[in-house]
């Protein structure tokens, strides 16, 4: 099981407008969405500023910070307005509802697995999955796009420390630029198709 980095909420000053913690929220969560853990940059369009206790229920929360996630817009959409609960807190009776991923409960009942799919590893894991969509190809192929990117980043710092002078060394390092450049170039078109 891969673990992700729970985000914390360190935002304070109150705002009269909740799309002003934009860049707080996006800050706050590491550039990823809080629920399926995709970051931005990856996915190449603007994130959504999810109220976890919806907003169209609950419109005393509008402006509060801790209500809000930074989310995709896949998991904003698929989200939306469903909250079977009655009251904001408890967001869920252990079967239904949805949890607040700054908590690390979170992951309690959700896990990304090695090859890049979510899954549930509870009924209550599984009612967010289900009602997340979290099952969709489209979140392990970006989250798999993602770690690619990754470990290329990971590559180049070593190829930039290695010796200049080693032709088989040279020669690795043209192979990798070339294949990162084509990669990128490609990455831009599919990531719009997922
Ligand atoms: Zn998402």
Redesign the pocket.
């Known amino acids: 099981m891969l673990r992700r980095s729970i985000p914390t909420r360190t935002h304070t000053d109150q705002s009269g407008n909740y799309r002003a913690y934009r860049d707080p929220l996006k800050a706050d969560f590491s550039n990823r ?6 970051h931005d940059e990856v996915l190449g369009v603007p994130f959504h500023i999810d109220h976890f206790a919806p907003l169209e229920r609950f419109g005393e929360l509008e402006t509060d910070y801790s209500n809000l996630v930074y ?2 817009p ?3 959409r698929a989200k939306w307005n469903h909250w079977p609960m009655s009251t904001a807190r408890p967001s869920h009776d252990n079967q239904r509802g949805f949890i607040d991923p700054c908590e690390s409960e979170y992951d309690d009942h959700l896990e990304r697995r090695t090859d890049g799919s979510i899954a549930g590893k509870t009924p209550l894991g599984a009612y967010i999955s289900k009602r ?1 969509k979290l099952q969709l190809r489209k ?1 392990r192929f970006l989250w798999l796009l993602d770690r690619v990117m990754e470990q290329c980043e990971k590559v180049e710092v070593v190829l930039q420390s290695v010796d200049e002078d080693d032709p088989d060394i040279e020669e690795l390092k043209k192979q990798h630029y070339e294949l990162l450049r084509h990669y990128q170039a490609y990455h831009k078109i599919i990531r719009t198709k997922v």
């Open positions: 969405c809080g629920y399926c853990d995709i989310a995709c896949s998991c904003n997340l979140h």
